[in-house]
């Protein structure tokens, strides 16, 4: 069964760090670019970051910029995304997504392959 798994969410006071996993299972990652999304209650979907499946290029929201960072470990077919400096309006469900990408540099935010079921972020005191 082909799938990705999100892991690592949960309640973290401002200003606090999270590290968020996104492992696959049944098929490997390595030609695939990997992208956070996140929906907070009552909004869309947004995207947060991507990197591509050569790990070698990568993309965020202007609203993360600085404070998160992605990162791939192919061997374990796993994506990392590590982040800092939480805010209240962070606060969402975190989902990964993989893209067969024809150009092992490039990520963007649509067509995606395969979804995960998402991971709850909570940023509160």
């Known amino acids: 069964q082909l799938q990705l798994v999100e892991s690592g969410g949960g309640l973290v006071q401002p200003g606090g760090s999270l590290r968020l996993s996104c492992a696959a299972s049944g098929f490997t990652l390595d030609y695939y670019a990997i992208v956070w999304f996140r929906q907070a209650p009552g909004k869309e979907r947004k995207g947060v970051s991507c990197i591509s499946s050569s790990g070698g290029s990568t993309n965020f929201a202007d609203s993360v910029k600085g404070r998160f960072t992605i990162s791939r470990d192919n061997a374990k077919n796993t994506v990392y995304l590590r982040m800092t400096n939480l805010k209240p309006e962070d606060t969402a469900v975190y989902y990964c997504?993989?893209?067969?990408?024809?150009?092992?540099?490039?990520?963007?935010?649509?067509?995606?392959?395969?979804w995960g079921k998402g991971t709850l972020v909570t940023v509160s005191s």
């Open positions: 997504a993989a893209k067969r990408m024809v150009q092992a540099s490039q990520c963007n935010y649509y067509g995606m392959n395969y």
